[in-house]
T-cell receptor
Framework: AQTVTQSQPEMSVQEAETVTLSCTYD???????LFWYKQPPSRQMILVIR??????QNATENRFSVNFQKAAKSFSLKISDSQLGDAAMYFC????????????FGKGTHLIIQP | EAQVTQNPRYLITVTGKKLTVTCSQNMNHEYMSWYRQDPGLGLRQIYYSMNVEVTDKGDVPEGYKVSRKEKRNFPLILESPSPNQTSLYFCASSSTSGSNEQFFGPGTRLTVL
């Protein structure tokens, strides 16, 4: 069975600072994808960034980047220059089975941005 | 505009009264799924479908039914809702080729009294 663990229920960061959200996962599959989703108060699920397990290079999307440590099964999200609009729930998720198994989610991290 | 739509967005009902939450996508995706979101538990998969007439159970299927008669639609049916099915429900779809990115609907907030 696949598991995704987010050990930080809540994180707080000052505006313009950098914050890192942690995620670890477990799977016996060799082919999988990892995702970070953002859920603002509107409840919409927004894809922030994705990482293919076979790629060694860490994915980046503007101010968002990941630290993918395959051997350690770790997939952390770094948000640089935090903005008030980054305040949200962040979910780490994993997809295996070529997509057939759907997404396995962590329990989420509530990110607070202090002005 | 490429999107996943769900209806209704909000629903309050009573125990035992059958209900259906509709889900439709306009991206010609093969794969569709339903998730429920509960505080402190993240999102958990209820049912999924790889294509028309092909459905399978996810992690929490008890008390739910689905059907996939058309490629674009994937309704979630609660035959006899109970209070423990009060939750936020998301429908999602993705292509089985390419990026595997799942596109989510806006969510349906269901309250069962």
């Amino acid at each position: 069975a696949q598991t995704v663990t987010q050990s930080q229920p809540e994180m707080s960061v000052q505006e313009a600072e950098t914050v890192t959200l942690s995620c670890t996962y477990d799977t016996s599959e060799s082919d999988y994808y990892l995702f970070w989703y953002k859920q603002p108060p509107s409840r919409q699920m927004i894809l922030v960034i994705r990482q293919e397990a076979y790629k060694q290079q860490n994915a980046t999307e503007n101010r968002f980047s990941v630290n993918f440590q395959k051997a350690a099964k770790s997939f952390s999200l770094k948000i640089s220059d935090s903005q008030l609009g980054d305040a949200a729930m962040y979910f780490c998720a994993m997809e295996t089975g070529g997509g057939a198994d759907g997404l396995t989610f962590g329990k989420g991290t509530h990110l607070i941005i202090q002005p | 505009e490429a999107q996943v739509t769900q209806n209704p967005r909000y629903l309050i009902t009573v125990t035992g009264k059958k209900l259906t939450v509709t889900c439709s996508q306009n991206m010609n995706h093969e794969y569709m799924s339903w998730y429920r979101q509960d505080p402190g538990l993240g999102l958990r998969q209820i049912y999924y479908s790889m294509n028309v007439e092909v459905t399978d159970k996810g992690d929490v299927p008890e008390g739910y039914k689905v059907s996939r008669k058309e490629k674009r639609n994937f309704p979630l049916i609660l035959e006899s809702p109970s209070p423990n099915q009060t939750s936020l429900y998301f429908c999602a779809s993705s292509s089985t080729s390419g990026s595997n990115e799942q596109f989510f609907g806006p969510g349906t907030r269901l309250t069962v009294l």
